[in-house]
């Protein structure tokens, strides 16, 4: 691989250093029109998402903003990231968990649309405002994802009101005078199963069907969250996204006719299958080691990219203008932890310092996840389009890492 988005890789790393992140603009657009699409096409009243959390560069966000999609926040700074992007209020989901009353306070400030993650949160949003509008995240008793650490529902998960207590939840909330609602559900990250989706809707309306056809209500929207995934290794298959559509929906009008449910609009919050295909991250090698095993000591660790030592994640690493594969190396970066081991044993060109390593599919909590540990700066990011680049996020400099610690 030696271009992103018609620009070539070592221009980039020569004009920006690295590490370096790099999103191809024309694959963002690309990801966004086909879930769109696909969607639009069984579905007239729904809206995307985009998950800030996968990636909150300001300047993505306003190319989201650009293509018609809302936003799904989890904190007060994304909150406040998406108005500074131009997100109006109404294009706003708040969905966190163990929210703080000062983040609900920021939430109800802003009148967004909160998905509360338990009974006691709403306890603490009812000291802060009297809610309208109220939306729990249910844990269904299941989950999956492409690594325990990112699954999102079941007995182990720490999201969501238990599905025996949601009776009771919007109960209270009618009590109190609420009158509008929502529900939301999201059980697992990096799905490739158009079914599952399906299985997961059909789940959700058993759970809350009866209730709110016992409780009167009918939904101003349901969430059935994001999880739309995005093959990371040569053997995974594409989503298709269009059957997911097709056997969502056929469970969703069903459903929401058996139980009397109205027409509620369809919520969706994509941030990998947005994104995670459009990052790469531009890395060079520092040094070779023939220790008791091969060692290629690149300029980006767990540091930069936190996936690999965090759960295992697979990413494939590419070697600018090689492709012969020679022996098995260790790839690691420069942080004083042996978890910085990013890939064992993996099948790799013979490399010198100085070459440069494309690390494929890391749109997607790639730089979100990075950090200043072994005080290591934050990398620059840019935005390729069609043969421009822009630069959306300067190196970090020593300056700016001290910054928030002077006071003199």
Request: proline fraction near 4%; include cysteine; charged fraction near 25%.
């Amino acid at each position: 691989m030696d271009k992103i988005g018609n620009i070539d890789i070592k221009e980039l790393a020569n004009e920006f250093g690295t590490p370096l992140y790099a999103y191809d603009k024309f694959k963002i657009i690309d990801n966004y029109n086909k879930i769109f699409e696909a969607f639009r096409k069984y579905f007239t009243k729904f809206r995307i998402h985009y998950s800030i959390k996968s990636n909150s560069n300001l300047h993505i966000l306003k190319l989201f903003r650009e293509l018609g999609s809302g936003v799904d926040c989890s904190s007060p700074f994304e909150l406040l990231l998406a108005l500074k992007a131009g997100f109006e209020c109404p294009d706003i989901i708040y969905t966190g968990n163990y929210e703080s009353i000062e983040d609900l306070r920021l939430a109800c400030n802003y009148n967004v649309k909160i998905n509360l993650d338990d009974t006691t949160s709403y306890k603490r949003l009812k000291q802060v405002c009297t809610p309208k509008f109220v939306s729990f995240r249910v844990n269904p008793g299941i989950g999956k994802g492409g690594f325990e650490g990112i699954t999102t529902g079941g007995a182990d998960a720490k999201f969501g009101v238990p599905y025996e207590l949601l009776q009771q939840a919007y109960l209270t909330a009618l009590k109190d005078g609420v009158g509008s609602f929502g529900i939301h559900i999201m059980t697992g990250s990096n799905i490739l199963e158009p079914m599952y989706f399906a299985e997961v809707a059909m789940k959700l309306f058993q759970i809350v069907g009866k209730i709110f056809l016992e409780l009167k209500i009918q939904p101003e929207y349901i969430d059935i969250g994001g999880g739309f995934g995005i093959p990371y290794a040569d053997d995974e298959k594409e989503l298709d996204i269009e059957l997911t559509a097709k056997l969502l929906s056929e469970v969703y009008f069903e459903q929401c006719e058996k139980y009397h449910l109205g027409t509620p609009e369809l919520k969706l919050e994509p941030g990998r299958y947005l994104i995670g295909n459009a990052g790469y991250l531009i890395t060079k090698v520092n040094g070779v080691k023939n220790g008791y095993k091969k060692f290629v000591g690149i300029d980006a660790g767990m540091n930069v990219l936190l996936r690999p030592a965090l759960y295992g994640a697979h990413h494939k690493v590419l070697v600018y203008g090689k492709t012969e594969l020679t022996n098995l190396v260790q790839i690691c970066g420069q942080i004083c932890e042996n978890s910085d081991v990013l890939w064992k044993n993996v099948p790799f060109p013979a490399v010198s310092e100085g070459d440069i390593c494309i690390i494929t599919d890391v749109g997607a909590y790639g730089f979100a996840m990075a950090s200043n540990y072994n005080g290591r700066p934050l990398p620059a990011e840019v935005l390729v389009d069609n043969g421009k680049v822009k630069l959306i996020r300067k190196r970090q400099t020593f300056e700016d890492y001290c910054r928030l610690m002077e006071n003199d």
